[in-house]
């Protein structure tokens, strides 16, 4: 079943759409070949159906959660304060799930964006960027 978007929506279930469709009127196939999916979760040759019921209790544990607000914006500038980079300040880019953050790092003269857990990063002060 497919949700609509509001301000309040959050991904509870990352990566995962749920979409409501007639296996017998509805033309699954080409969601395949849309941007983004990866594969749709079957069983045999058909996709796998989703109770109502279990859909509409997501929503509630959605709906029951308190919204946080993000610890950073992209842009920012931020400090690696665990693991091999420590100490290395770095440009947030974002969210890597709830747990990791995507940051820009200058490395031996080129731009990568790596993967880094939440808790080893660290917002710089704005006295520290000047």
Known sequence: ????????????VPGYLFIRLDCIHDNWLPIRSTRGVI??????????????????????????QPIREPYLTSGERV?????SFSGIEAIFVASDGDER???????????????FPID???KLDRKSCA
């Open 79 to 83: 400090v690696i304060t665990d693991g």
């Open 1 to 12: 079943m497919a949700r609509t978007q509001a301000p309040s929506d959050r991904c509870l």
């Open 120 to 122: 080893s990063v660290r």
């Open 101 to 115: 953050v995507m940051l820009l790092l200058n490395i031996l003269q080129s731009e990568r964006t790596l993967s």
């Open 39 to 64: 594969q749709i979760v079957r069983f045999n040759d058909f996709p796998l159906p989703v109770a109502d019921g279990i859909i509409e209790q997501i929503r509630r544990r959605m709906e029951s």
